[in-house]
């Protein structure tokens, strides 16, 4: 991690499935660029990612190594640069422990969407720790615009699920993160 990366925060519910794939997926993808942790708002705390999930982030190239379950707090909340959420509901719940996030703070799939967008900006700053940050920056005001009806942003929860839904699930947090990393490359 360099001295100007950027904090992300993923959050989902327990922080044993969604949250860690997403974070280990963006860790490989950003590396240096970014400090990436993750919390769940009914944390499974020090459990480590579910078994379930494991294959599927390894295949992807991305470590499990040392993960474990964390209880989201106010203070992860405010001291993240971005929080990516697995549904708008974790979302929702991030930005009541620190409203001061509302602007920094989208689900994963409502980010990738945006910045996927052929009428996002291209970014324009140096490193890919400060293209993390003006994404952000440029994201937020267009949250809302070209929404052409109910968009679901939620990723499936897959715990206690069978495989089909942890591979669903995981396609499209993988997919989200590549639109994400994709990006800022």
Do not use: W
Request: proline share 6%; hydrophobic share 50%; with cysteine.
């Amino acid at each position: 991690m360099s001295a100007d990366s950027i904090r992300i925060l993923t959050v989902c519910t327990g922080n044993i499935c969604r949250s860690p794939a997403a974070e280990r997926l963006l860790a490989a993808g950003l590396g240096d660029a970014a400090q990436v942790t993750s919390a769940g708002t009914g944390a499974l705390s020090g459990y480590p990612m579910d078994a379930a999930m494991v294959p599927l982030v390894q295949a992807a190239g991305a470590s499990v190594d040392g993960f474990a379950a964390r209880q989201l707090t106010p203070a992860m909340v405010k001291s993240a640069d971005l929080i990516l959420a697995l549904t708008t509901a974790h979302r929702s719940q991030a930005v009541r422990l620190a409203p001061v996030a509302v602007r920094r703070s989208f689900t994963l799939l409502e980010l990738a969407r945006i910045v996927g967008s052929p009428a996002f900006p291209a970014l324009t700053t140096d490193s890919v720790s400060d293209r993390l940050r003006e994404m952000v920056q440029q994201a937020a005001p267009r949250r809302m615009l070209g929404a052409d009806g109910v968009v679901d942003d939620d990723v499936p929860d897959p715990f206690r699920r069978g495989p089909e839904v942890f591979a669903s699930s995981f396609v499209m947090i993988r997919d989200a993160v590549d639109v994400i990393v994709d990006a800022v490359h």
